[in-house]
């Protein structure tokens, strides 16, 4: 026969059992003002703008909701983070902001599984940088006329960064000069990076084989906290 536990236990049992239960967290993209208007998005967030490393998490939009798909240690601009419209080039900061993301490449084949667009480096390959080309902020077969070597990237020289890589669209529909070139998401180096986004191999073909152009996957680039480089005002 089974003894009825005391009113009193019950109630202080339901508010112990209350408590545990944590609420979930709000799920970053559900905080953000704007995500691109697709249905994938990536975050790079940094504690600081004087941060060299934070986390990126890739997020797909599932019956109206946010779900974290995967996430890695991020590498940020030697410098830090600036406001993106503000950037300036040459500062080895990475630019904070939403981007969309016009194409992938790599050194390496393509990872199983991708779906996006992807641009295979060539001894030929250059990233132009020079302010007084044509081909400012743009790949190049072939380094341009009017490209000098010393303001472009020879990609194929960074193999290790560039084995695979996806162009984050800073600066990249109606360049800007002097604010900023080549800025990409791409595999670790030896440190922090000259701007770029950076993570582990493996989380970038992981990045890769998940990201769907159709589904108009876009990043964002910031800060926690407050301010004009807080991810959450994106």
């Not at 890695?72 to 830090?80: D, L, V």
């Not at 960074?158 to 595999?187: E, S």
């Not at 964002?220 to 407050?226: E, F, K, L, P």
Request: aromatic share 8%; net charge positive; proline share 7%.
């Amino acid at each position: 026969m089974r003894t009825a536990l005391p009113r009193t236990l019950l109630v202080l049992g339901a508010a112990l059992m209350s408590l545990g239960a944590a609420p979930s967290p709000v799920p970053l993209p559900a905080r953000m003002a704007d995500t691109g208007g697709g249905s994938q998005l990536i975050t790079a967030e940094a504690a600081g703008t004087a941060s060299t490393t934070g986390t990126l998490t890739w997020w797909d939009r599932r019956g109206g909701r946010w779900v974290k798909a995967g996430s890695a240690p991020a590498r940020f601009g030697a410098k830090g983070l600036a406001e993106g419209g503000r950037r300036r080039q040459g500062t080895k900061t990475t630019p904070t902001g939403l981007y969309r993301l016009p194409y992938a490449f790599g050194i390496e084949p393509a990872p199983a599984g991708t779906s996006y667009r992807y641009a295979r480096v060539t001894q030929r390959s250059w990233w132009c940088q020079d302010n007084d080309s044509r081909a400012y902020n743009r790949w190049a077969e072939g380094l341009p006329r009017d490209c000098r070597a010393a303001e472009a990237e020879h990609m194929v020289t960074y193999r290790r960064p560039y084995a695979y890589g996806l162009v984050i669209g800073f600066n990249y529909d109606r360049p800007v000069r002097g604010r900023g070139a080549g800025i990409f998401l791409h595999v670790n180096g030896r440190g922090a990076t000259a701007g770029c986004v950076s993570v582990p191999a493996d989380a970038m073909r992981a990045v890769l084989a998940w990201a769907d152009p159709a589904r108009r996957p876009h990043i964002a680039v910031g800060t926690r906290g407050g301010g004009p480089t807080a991810i959450t005002r994106y």
